[in-house]
């Protein structure tokens, strides 16, 4: 069963305009999150992250926001831009001392200039 | 640059041959971890290492086996490949800094025919 769900494949969204992408994750043990983007033939890169005594984290045009009892964490980019077109995953992990991750299928963004 | 390397980057393989990815380190992180990519599934978690000669199992380690005989080096083996080991294969590290999750490798693209 899919721990950490991105349940919308792809997103459009004009430039300068806010991208909203959302993750939803079942598991009430996970209480750090995090946020990647992905370019073709590269490897994801960190954005942003998120613990669970927190409900947002705010990193320039970028913000995540955690709501915990819904058990969902969403990205907003603002403004968006033709630049952060990507795929972005979220990733959820417990305190179990391993640090394993566990990531959603991903979010393919397209910003249209 | 993250100082993790991952080789090959492309290999094409026949079925029923063994094949060894390598990611090579040099930040001296403890933990160690090797994920696959597919349409759909997103990152999945095959392999794991907490220290050298410390490995531990993912959600989709049958088929792999690993092995981290020193900090810098974690390998992948594939013992037997098929063709659902297709896949594009990624290494990454982590410090203790929670707040960064991984850095990942570059990625290692493997097609079994």
């Known amino acids: 069963d899919q721990q950490v769900k991105q349940n919308s494949p792809s997103l459009s969204v004009q430039e300068g305009r806010i991208s909203i992408l959302n993750c939803d994750y079942t598991?009430?043990?996970?209480?750090?999150f995090l946020w990647y983007k992905k370019y073709p033939a590269e490897g994801p890169t960190f954005l942003i992250s998120?613990?669970?005594?927190?409900d947002k984290n705010e990193d320039g045009r970028f913000t995540v926001f955690l709501n915990k009892s819904a058990k969902h964490l969403s990205l907003h980019i603002v403004p968006s831009q033709p630049g952060d077109s990507a795929v972005y995953f979220c990733?959820?992990?417990?305190?179990?001392?391993?640090?394993?991750?566990?990531f959603g299928t991903g979010t393919r963004l397209k910003v249209l200039a | 640059d993250a100082g993790i390397t991952q080789s090959p980057r492309h290999k094409v393989t026949e079925t029923g041959t063994p094949v060894t990815l390598r990611c090579h380190q040099t930040?001296?992180?403890?933990?160690m971890y090797w994920y696959r990519q597919d349409p759909g599934h997103g990152l999945r978690l095959i392999h794991y290492?907490?220290?050298?000669?410390?490995?531990d199992k993912g959600e989709v380690s049958d088929g792999y086996s690993v092995s981290r005989s020193k900090t810098e080096d974690f390998l992948l083996t594939l013992e037997s490949a098929t063709s659902s080991q297709t896949s594009v294969y990624f290494c990454?590290?982590?410090?203790?800094?929670?707040?960064?999750?991984?850095?990942f490798g570059s990625g290692t693209r493997l097609t079994v025919v």
């Open positions: 990454a590290i982590r410090g203790q800094e929670t707040s960064y999750g991984y850095t």
């Open positions: 598991n009430s043990m996970f209480d750090y």
């Open positions: 998120i613990s669970s005594i927190k």
């Open positions: 990733a959820a992990s417990g305190t179990s001392g391993t640090y394993k991750y566990i």
């Open positions: 930040e001296n992180h403890r933990y």
């Open positions: 290492s907490y220290g050298v000669k410390d490995t």
